[in-house]
């Protein structure tokens, strides 16, 4: 069992992760089941240990092998768009990276599958989760450009790394009623909703964002 875990749980952590809530409010998500989901996961289990006091800073942090782990606004922001008006149902996230956004989706829908490129940080997804001992991740080393054929079609499809144009297989794999997010754009980059209706795709598109890129294959 992972000692560093529960060193921060005692007194300080409560309060930081309080704070983190009021100002994901004063930034504009209001869904409070979101909130709830983003107060129940302790973000520092995800961090390295030498930025947990920074866990519950708005902000992006280094998690190794070049990535970073999400700020917690765009976590917040993506699921809240998601989550409006329906239950999340069966639920893909393409890039694990720590595990953490998968930790918060899972307080939402007992059916997250994740999938991630790097293995070590696969790796460290599944201690992070096993740490907080949520079982209701299923996680899986795989190039996610390719989705997860095996568990389609899902009703929400998260993406936390960004591509060029949207992934054809992600597309194939979003239920009729599904909804999909994902950042777009190279140089400047933004969310896009894209909601699976019976007549076709609608995309919309949202905040300007900055997010690690999606790249093929796996390490
Ligand atoms: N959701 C993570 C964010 C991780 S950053 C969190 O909560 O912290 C984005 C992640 O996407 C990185 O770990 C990166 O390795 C992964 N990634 C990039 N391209 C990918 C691909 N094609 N398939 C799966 N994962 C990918």
């Keep these: 069992m992972n000692v560093r875990s529960f060193s921060g749980i ?4 409560p309060r930081a992760r309080g704070r983190m809530i009021d100002r994901l409010r004063e930034q504009g998500i209001i869904d409070e089941r979101v909130l709830d989901a983003i107060a129940a996961v302790p973000r520092h289990v995800f961090v390295d240990e030498a930025l947990a006091s920074r866990a519950y800073e708005d902000t992006a942090l280094p998690l190794g ?15 809240e768009v998601l989550h409006a008006g329906r239950a999340l149902g069966k639920t893909l996230e393409i890039g694990a990276g720590c595990g953490y956004q998968a930790a918060v989706l899972a307080q939402l829908t007992d059916q997250v599958f994740a999938v991630e490129r790097i293995a070590p940080l696969l790796d460290k997804a599944r201690t992070n989760l096993r740490t907080i001992k949520e079982g209701n991740v299923r996680l ?18 998260i993406v936390a790394a960004a591509a060029a144009r949207v992934p054809p297989a992600l597309l194939h794999q979003l239920a009729i009623g599904g909804r999909m997010v994902l950042p777009l754009g190279t140089a400047t980059q933004h969310l896009v909703l894209i909601e699976h209706r019976a007549e076709g795709f609608v995309e919309t598109r949202l905040d300007a964002v900055r997010f690690v890129p999606l790249l093929s294959g796996v390490s």
């Design 10 to 13: 005692g007194m300080t952590s």
């Design 140 to 157: 899986q080393h795989s190039d996610g450009q390719l989705g997860l054929p095996q568990a389609a079609p899902f009703d929400t499809i």
């Design 65 to 79: 092998f070049a990535q970073t782990i999400s700020q917690p606004y765009v976590v917040a922001r993506m699921i």
